[in-house]
C-alpha cells in the first residue's frame, strides 16, 4: 500500500506545478497526496519557502526536495 503524502507548495509556484504533473501517475494508481499551501501557514512559509516543491510522506515525515523525478518518487515511496 503507498504511504499517504503532502505536497507543500504555494499559488503560482511553477516548480509545484511540475512536481503535480510529476505525481499525477502516481495519484491515478492510488497515491493519495495531500496539495499543502504553505502561504497558509507562517510556519510553512518559514520551513518550506526556499524549498518548495517537498513531497512528505505522513507516515515517516520524511521529505524530498525539488528537484525530483519518477525514479526517485518510486524510491522514496517504498
Not at 24 to 45: K, Q
Not at 59 to 76: I, K, R, T
Request: hydrophobic share 50%; with cysteine; proline share 5%.
Amino acid at each position: 500500500m503507498l504511504p499517504e503524502c503532502q505536497l507543500f507548495g504555494t499559488l503560482g509556484c511553477h516548480l509545484c506545478e511540475m512536481a503535480e504533473a510529476l505525481l499525477m501517475p502516481f495519484v491515478e494508481h492510488g497515491l493519495l497526496v495531500e496539495l499543502v499551501d504553505i502561504a497558509e501557514d507562517e510556519r510553512w512559509v518559514e520551513a518550506y519557502g526556499l524549498r518548495i516543491p517537498v513531497l512528505r510522506r505522513l507516515d515517516s515525515n520524511a521529505e524530498l526536495d525539488w528537484p525530483f523525478d519518477a525514479e526517485q518518487v518510486v524510491a522514496f515511496l517504498k
